[in-house]
């Protein structure tokens, strides 16, 4: 056999960032989805928090798929609606995938990760000792991720320019450096 130099396959930076994240957020005790990147028009303009333009498509191939997703929440939201309507109620997911979305000419992808949690965290029947769903809950696994990714030191958390429609009281903007 002809002698050749072995070189060591490797992930591209941005993969294995993405499945450090996806690792973390599973040993969090989050289970991942995979969502629709084609949506309606209705999901397209919620939580679009840039306000940038909306992608639709011009020959759609549904009349339920007939845009580019600009967010990841109404996703979950679907998922979290379908579950509940099966009887599931506790539901811990996260999403990590990419939006997309038109600001003048420029075509913008964003890779974004969202989590949504709902129901009782972890139990003990032993005890009866059970974590509820709550905002504390989902800043306890933020502050965990930040801190996994070696951000904490850079993070501030505010309640300045929250999104009109969040809550003033359960929501945070979180400030990167």
């Given at each position: 056999l002809p002698m050749q130099q072995l070189k060591k396959g490797s992930y591209a930076s941005r993969i294995k960032y993405r499945l450090d994240v996806s690792k973390k957020m599973r040993e969090l005790g989050l289970d991942e989805v995979k969502t629709y990147t084609l949506v309606n028009e209705n999901n397209a303009t919620r939580f679009n928090y840039d306000?940038?333009?909306?992608?639709?498509?011009?020959?759609?191939?549904?009349?339920?798929?007939?845009?580019?997703?600009?967010?990841?929440?109404?996703?979950?939201?679907?998922?979290?609606?379908?579950?509940?309507?099966?009887?599931v109620e506790d539901i811990f997911i996260y999403e990590i995938s990419n939006v997309y979305s038109k600001n003048?000419?420029?075509?913008?992808?964003?890779?974004?990760?969202?989590?949504?949690?709902?129901?009782?965290?972890?139990?003990?029947?032993?005890?009866?000792?059970?974590?509820?769903?709550?905002?504390y809950l989902l800043k306890g696994i933020l502050e965990n991720l930040i801190h996994y990714l070696g951000f904490e030191k850079r993070v501030k958390f505010t309640n300045e320019n929250i999104v009109h429609f969040m809550h003033p009281k359960i929501s945070a903007v979180i400030l990167i450096d």
């Open positions: 306000s940038n333009e909306i992608i639709k498509l011009e020959r759609p191939i549904s009349k339920i798929r007939t845009h580019l997703r600009t967010s990841l929440i109404p996703s979950l939201l679907e998922v979290l609606e379908y579950n509940k309507a099966r009887g003048k000419d420029e075509y913008i992808e964003d890779m974004k990760l969202t989590f949504l949690i709902s129901g009782t965290y972890s139990g003990s029947m032993w005890n009866n000792n059970t974590i509820k769903s709550d905002f």
